[in-house]
């Protein structure tokens, strides 16, 4: 079974809830939408203060190349505009919109008939993505159309799926696939044209035989569309991983996909993409899973951008008395919330509530030398040392040791036996040579 080669972890899965069909969350009575969901510039905001605003209409800008329109995911009045903590802890600019009822731009078609044909040029859907807000709805929310705008000198001949949705816990790429499977074909067809590329591989691991076969099935009817089963081995998602384990083409050290002439979308980005260019539908709405052990009814939601996660929550039964802490996005690479005020985003593919008992960390000791981190780590670095020279500030020897190519996947820091804060330190001190690399660019 496809695999990449190095490194890797086995997590338990946990994937509570596989089996739960998407709903749709009730409509929350007010949403602070932040106006940077994405890589890259923050949108500008065009709506003041009273302004009346439908469903999918836009509220800010793209500013520059990368970046990303945001469009309002309710009807009603903006309340006002202003700073809202987002999950990483800080603050950013957001529109506050008290919400009226649900009207949505006259332009969205709301048919729910499936539509097939493909009527844009491979400009207008570059375009249409653009307009539309699309980002990777994988957790990078990398701009689309900048994936699929191909730099000069590059070349593309495959569009690669990911299907993989390694991460525990997590199930709304699962539910997406069985539910909305034509929708995504459709919607990787799109892609392929926008790429003028004749041929897509879809990613999917082998933890999930009813999508594999679902999408078996109905790639019948597509042309240059592939299903593979992947073995279930943690990161298998992140990009690198995925383009090596399904073609064997290795992305060079510092370099992207296109460098091997692959491009990778994500299911779930497949989707919005069929929506915005056959319905004309912007992105202000996703699937979230919301669970956890002890959660009362864990499930998988359609929610609107700028939702607060306490309306999460509460769809889910409320807050379980034994939480201790609330994380978004999967238990690897997630980030710990300090409030349930916080908006979901484009970016938010799941929130889980952990029980105190799984909450804490162990007490961290002195590395015993084990290299398990060296033998986790699927992009052959080594874990113990980055840390180290983070820990001491050697941060040029970090960069000679290849400290920004960490893609902070957690493995290390869930293999370690000692409890070490690998991925802390590796975090701080990739940040830091990244400053460093871009001011020696400025000097």
Same mark, same amino acid.
């Given at each position: ?103 949505? =731009? ?8 499936? &539509? ?89 691991? =082998? ?52 460098? &091997? ?76 919330? =300090? ?105």
């Amino acid at each position: 079974m496809k695999t990449f080669p190095t490194g890797g972890v086995h997590p338990p899965e946990n994937k509570l809830t596989a089996g739960s069909e998407i709903r749709h969350l009730p409509l929350p009575s007010n949403v602070a939408i932040p106006v940077s969901q994405h890589i890259g510039t923050p949108a500008s905001i065009i709506v003041n203060k009273d302004d009346r605003v439908k469903t999918g209409q836009v509220i800010a800008v793209s500013k520059g190349f990368v970046s990303s329109n945001i469009h309002s995911s309710v009807s009603g009045k903006v309340n006002k505009i202003d700073a809202v903590l987002d999950t990483t802890g800080y603050k950013q600019t957001a529109v506050f919109i008290n919400v009226e009822g649900d009207e949505w =731009s006259e332009t969205i078609d709301r048919n729910d008939e499936i &539509v097939t044909e493909i009527k844009l040029s491979p400009e207008e859907i570059v375009k249409k993505c653009l307009e539309s807000g699309i980002v990777g709805l994988g957790g990078a929310t990398f701009p689309s159309h900048v994936k699929l705008t191909i730099p000069s000198g590059k070349r593309c001949d495959l569009l690669i799926i990911n299907g993989v949705e390694c991460e525990p816990y997590l199930t709304s790429d699962h539910r997406l696939m069985l539910e909305r499977g034509e929708e995504i074909l459709i919607g990787v067809t799109i892609l392929m044209k926008a790429l003028r590329v004749d041929k897509a591989m879809i990613g999917i691991e =082998s933890n999930k035989p009813d999508a594999i076969d679902h999408l078996t099935k109905l790639v019948k009817a597509f042309q240059g569309i592939t299903v593979y089963a992947l073995k279930v081995k943690y990161p298998q998602g992140a990009e690198k991983q995925l383009i090596k384990a399904l073609t064997k083409r290795e992305v060079p050290s510092g370099r992207l996909p296109i460098d &091997v002439n692959t491009v990778v979308h994500n299911v779930g980005t497949a989707f919005a993409v069929y929506e915005a260019v056959q319905k004309n539908k912007p992105l202000f709405e996703r699937v979230v899973t919301i669970t956890g052990k002890s959660v009362l009814n864990p499930g998988n939601y359609f929610v609107r951008i700028g939702t607060p996660v306490k309306d999460l929550i509460e769809a889910a039964g409320g807050l379980p008395d034994d939480t201790g802490k609330i994380v978004s996005g999967g238990p690897m690479m997630g980030k710990a919330l =300090s409030s349930t005020e916080v908006p979901v985003v484009k970016g938010t593919s799941g929130i889980i509530l952990f029980p105190s008992n799984e909450s804490k960390r162990i007490n961290s000791m002195p590395c015993i030398r084990c290299a398990k981190c060296v033998q986790a780590c699927a992009l052959n670095l080594e874990p113990y040392l980055l840390m180290t020279l983070s820990e001491i500030g050697l941060f040029e020897r970090a960069e000679k040791e290849r400290i920004t190519d960490c893609m902070e996947c957690g493995s290390c820091s869930f293999i370690c036996p000692a409890g070490r804060p690998l991925l802390d330190y590796i975090r701080l001190g990739k940040a830091t040579v990244i400053k460093m690399a871009r001011e020696r660019v400025l000097k």
